[in-house]
């Protein structure tokens, strides 16, 4: 029997051990390696010297570090709420009894499916002042369309507006969960006299609450990460560094200026970041999160 | 009979084919016996193809070596991790700019020995190209083709605000006289076209201080980057916000960004009456809109004592650490460093030669029909060129954001210049300690 099951145990490592194999060189050893990069002076193409914490220390007096951290927690704070909230607005309407749903759903998809570069493109022509789509309309309805890519704090809400774009993929899961909402809950608030509102605040919600948790921690994820539009859009992040995030300055400081111990800190500054709000979002969701059964 | 029987065999069919297929397409040239040189360019179009003709002409001169040229985008960035990953091209040609970052940073081999050993002099260079080259006195990379600037002016617009289009202006007092009358605005407000900005095309945005006699460093261990020369040319460059508005004018500009190599290129559309822009300029205009009534004249001069000020630009070839054929990498750098060879390859870009020698009838032939105001250019007492200096391109990118918020008139001139001051000294401080630490200074 032992035997057995150290046999069973070999063949189920060996199984695995091709994604453990990438695991370990592609993401441990990168890990553990860009931990002692971060503790050096490293410029790639020459060998790290030992600096001790001077990168860190460097990283809290350093102006355009707390720029770009400033701009992505400001970016994170308006676009995760305005994105989750699109997609559990949007799943919702697509979770109606109504002819062509199957339409609807694609037609609202389809959007998250456009690679980032065409979408910044894109953008940049909807939104452009002097030659845009998106000002002429306003300007029909009387409104002064501002200047949403030249001035810092439009090009900010620009960006706000572009990440509703791709809501795709969370409204896809908001919409798995709200169908595995069991409908004999649903009946019985409606015999209770439930409205509408009533159904979805006391019912609906708490039943996808794992999902909208799902949701949050992907969310914080990839707002604070957030890095190929604007960096297409606003080079440099231009103007004046209002558009100017954390993994910009990451990348800059690796790729460009070859200082890849002090983007290594980074790095891990954002990772312990991450990993703090997602440990946070865990433990304030004991409350508020429901799992059936 | 069922149907999926023939599935799982017509599906092993299909992929065995593709696999095939793949492999027929992968599959290396049979051995030719010569040495192939890989070259990474950044090029594309007709300034690739240029260099695609010196190629293969060097390719046709012997049977030893096989030159494969690639052209590659961000080529400093890829090229850079390619010798890290020690995988590097043989060749690589690079901006000007990037010479001293990649010197420093041991990424390309000195080509002083190999540069004597084949005749290639520095007097037979234009010594400002030549020095593009040479970082602490050693020359880790050899010119291309090179470029000056000039003042690029739309005729038929001077001729329609009534001003002479034979007579570009001389001075900035004129230039901003010229550039208010060619100005439009609504009366809203509303740019609808500029006589001139001095952020379009927004390359050479670090170039306005050394215009007005500036320094951007002491050459040694001081960024100068607020010096007075500095400030002044800079409130200079922010009176045009003061003048148009700032809003008006970004909101003008951002309707253009990213459109050089098109027909919505400003200068093409009648949006912008005069720019900076180098010898390249011509080619573009020739494609997007030969109609143009164009001219190209000396910058004027901000000041009498700094006459005719160009930007100093220039290509280069180096050749990376860790390049597995450096001897042949060298052989055609040596065939492109001849007269014949840059001369084609020039003339290829229609741009101007590094050369102080210029075969005869390269000027009479030369589609440019300003070229020798470039060439002159390039022997002008106000040349500016990018500072030799390894955090560049930091320095560069901090500028660029401070010319941002001057143009945007977020901060003063002087606070700006201020700022960049304060925030690059110390880490060209911590630069040179660490050069110095490794006894590389």
């Known amino acids: ?293 | 009979m069922d149907r999926n029987a023939f599935t799982i065999p017509l599906l092993a069919i299909a992929v065995l084919g593709v696999y095939f297929e793949s492999e027929q397409l992968t599959k290396p040239a049979p051995p030719d016996g010569k040495v192939h040189v890989a070259y990474w360019e950044k090029w594309t179009a007709f300034e690739f193809d240029a260099m695609k003709k010196v190629v293969d002409e060097f390719n046709k001169s012997q049977n030893k070596i096989q030159v494969d040229i690639l052209s590659i985008s961000n080529i400093e960035d890829k090229t850079l991790m390619a010798i890290s990953g020690r995988i590097p091209p043989d060749v690589v040609g690079l901006y000007g700019e990037n010479v001293t970052q990649y010197a420093d940073s041991h990424a390309v081999i000195t080509l002083d020995e190999l540069c004597k050993e084949a005749g290639i002099k520095k007097e037979d260079y234009i010594p400002a190209y030549w020095n593009v080259g040479v970082v602490r006195n050693k020359l880790y990379a050899l010119p291309s083709t090179p470029a000056t600037t000039a003042l690029h002016y739309n005729r038929g617009l001077f001729k329609e605000v009534g001003l002479d289009p034979d007579k570009p202006p001389k001075t900035f007092h004129e230039l901003d006289d010229m550039a208010e009358k060619l100005t439009k605005r609504e009366p809203n407000g509303h740019v609808i076209r500029t006589g001139f900005m001095p952020g379009e095309p927004g390359w050479w945005n670090w170039a306005w201080g050394p215009f007005f006699g500036g320094k951007l460093w002491d050459g040694k261990s001081k960024i100068t980057f607020n010096c007075p020369e500095n400030v002044e040319a800079y409130t200079w460059v922010q009176h045009f916000s003061v003048n148009w508005g700032a809003s008006a004018l970004q909101s003008f500009q951002a309707g253009f960004a990213n459109t050089f190599s098109s027909s919505n290129n400003p200068f093409m559309t009648g949006q912008t009456a005069m720019e900076i822009q180098g010898v390249w300029m011509y080619n573009f205009i020739q494609k997007f809109n030969p109609q143009l009534d164009w001219a190209a004249a000396p910058f004027p001069a901000a000041k009498p004592n700094l006459p005719d000020p160009t930007v100093i630009d220039l290509d280069v070839l180096c050749i990376p650490t860790g390049a597995k054929h450096p001897k042949e990498a060298f052989e055609f750098l040596k065939f492109v460093e001849t007269q014949k060879g840059l001369e084609m390859l020039c003339l290829g870009q229609k741009k101007i030669t590094p050369l102080r020698k210029v075969s005869p009838g390269f000027i009479e032939h030369h589609p440019n029909p300003f070229i020798k105001l470039f060439i002159k250019a390039a022997y002008s007492p106000t040349t500016c060129a990018a500072p030799k200096i390894g955090i560049w391109s930091q320095y560069k990118d901090e500028i660029t954001n401070a010319f941002s918020e001057i143009t945007l008139m977020t901060k003063t001139p002087k606070q700006a210049l201020d700022d960049v001051n304060n925030r690059m000294q110390p880490m060209l401080d911590q630069y040179l300690a660490r050069l110095r630490a490794r006894g590389e200074e």
């Open chain 1, 1 to 293: 029997m032992k035997s057995i099951s150290r046999r069973e145990s070999w063949a189920g490592v060996s199984f695995a051990s091709p994604w453990l194999l990438g695991f370990f060189i592609f993401l441990g050893y990168p890990l553990v390696a860009s931990m002692y990069f971060s503790l050096c002076d490293y410029s790639v193409l020459k060998p790290p010297v030992f600096v001790g914490l001077d990168n860190y220390k460097q990283l809290l007096s350093d102006d355009l570090f707390k720029t770009a951290l400033w701009n992505t927690l400001v970016y994170a704070f308006f676009a995760l709420p305005a994105g989750m909230m699109t997609a559990v607005i949007l799943a919702m309407l697509l979770n109606t009894k109504v002819k062509g749903m199957a339409a609807y759903r694609t037609f609202f998809f389809i959007p998250s499916l456009v690679p980032q570069v065409s979408l910044a493109i894109l953008w940049k022509w909807v939104l452009d002042p002097e030659h845009g789509v998106l000002n002429p309309i306003l300007a029909k309805l009387h409104i002064p369309g501002p200047n949403w890519l030249g001035e810092p704090h439009w090009a900010k809400v620009s960006l706000v507006i572009m990440g509703m774009w791709g809501v795709g993929n969370a409204m896809l899961i908001y919409l798995a969960g709200l169908q595995d909402v069991p409908t004999q809950l649903i009946e019985a608030s409606e015999l209770d006299g439930a409205n509408s509102w009533q159904k979805t605040r006391h019912v609906t919600i708490p039943m996808i609450s794992p999902v909208i948790l799902f949701n949050l921690i992907m969310g914080i994820i990839g707002t604070l990460q957030v890095f190929t539009v604007p960096y297409i859009m606003f080079p440099g992040g231009a103007p004046a560094h209002s558009t100017y995030f954390y993994t910009e300055y990451l990348y800059d400081n690796a790729f460009r200026y070859h200082k890849m111990g002090y983007a290594s800190a980074m790095g891990w500054i954002m990772f312990l970041m991450i990993l703090g709000l997602t440990v946070f979002s865990l433990k304030m969701s004991e409350k508020h999160v429901h799992y059936q059964g």
